[in-house]
T-cell receptor, first 112, second 113 residues
Framework: QQQVKQSPQSLIVQKGGISIINCAYE??????FPWYQQFPGKGPALLIA?????SEKKEGRFTISFNKSAKQFSLHIMDSQPGDSATYFC???????????FGQGTELSVKP | DTEVTQTPKHLVMGMTNKKSLKCEQH?????MYWYKQKAKKPPELMFV???????INESVPSRFSPECPNSSLLNLHLHALQPEDSALYLC????????????FGSGTRLTVV
């Protein structure tokens, strides 16, 4: 019940295309859903986050869509660029316990 | 200052060595974390400090010993490590315990030989 399932494991997208990464969770106590971007040799960096009272959040080219009834959320990267090539982790947490539960990660490659 | 600074960036140590990893933040965050990350895997939580007290130890072997000298510093003392402990060790902090608004450092790449 503590798991966050992420798919796909890897994704190849052409420059200018839309990258879509999906995550699903079971624990309805989760109330915070961030996405992290990680480049090789670097720590994860917070990209965008959403709370379950909102169905969509957009920041620049990055959008989170959230479906509370289906217990799913996804990251959409519009107009994908080669510089977006990185590993993306979805995660979930709740207001107690200090734990951030990560998905397994998606390795995104954007081809020029 | 919006960064978590980790030193050293790279560390190679023998199985009989004792070494320490250091983490520092000046954002006023009161929760600090150690994570271990293997290649192509998500970070795995090791320890959580909340208000300078150890609140979570994820059954980590005693060869890893955390220390929080003050609200800005977090250390991870290493002793008698195994080659399988080679990984990227990440420090993170958040305003308070609860998973919100984590800031990660760039990590220490540890190789045990």
């Amino acid at each position: 019940q503590q798991q966050v399932k992420q798919s796909p494991q890897s994704l190849i997208v052409q420059k200018g295309g839309i990258s879509i990464i999906n995550c699903a969770y079971e624990n309805t106590a989760f109330d915070y859903f961030p996405w992290y971007q990680q480049f090789p040799g670097k720590g994860p960096a917070l990209l965008i986050a959403i709370r379950p009272d909102v169905s969509e959040k957009k920041e620049g080219r990055f959008t989170i869509s959230f479906n509370k009834s289906a217990k799913q959320f996804s990251l959409h990267i519009m107009d994908s660029q080669p510089g977006d090539s990185a590993t993306y982790f979805c995660a979930a947490s709740y207001n107690q316990g200090g734990k951030l539960i990560f998905g397994q990660g998606t390795e995104l490659s954007v081809k020029p | 200052d919006t960064e978590v600074t980790q030193t050293p960036k790279h560390l190679v140590m023998g199985m009989t060595n004792k070494k320490s990893l250091k983490c520092e933040q000046h954002m006023g965050h009161r929760a600090m974390y150690w994570y271990k990350q293997k290649a192509k895997k998500p970070p795995e939580l090791m320890f959580v400090y909340s208000y300078e007290k150890l609140s979570i130890n994820e059954s980590v072997p005693s060869r890893f010993s955390p220390e929080c000298p003050n609200s800005s510093l977090l250390n991870l003392h290493l002793h008698a490590l195994q080659p399988e402990d080679s990984a990227l060790y990440l420090c993170a902090s958040s305003l308070r315990d609860g998973g919100y608004g984590y800031t990660f450092g760039s990590g220490t790449r540890l190789t045990v030989v």
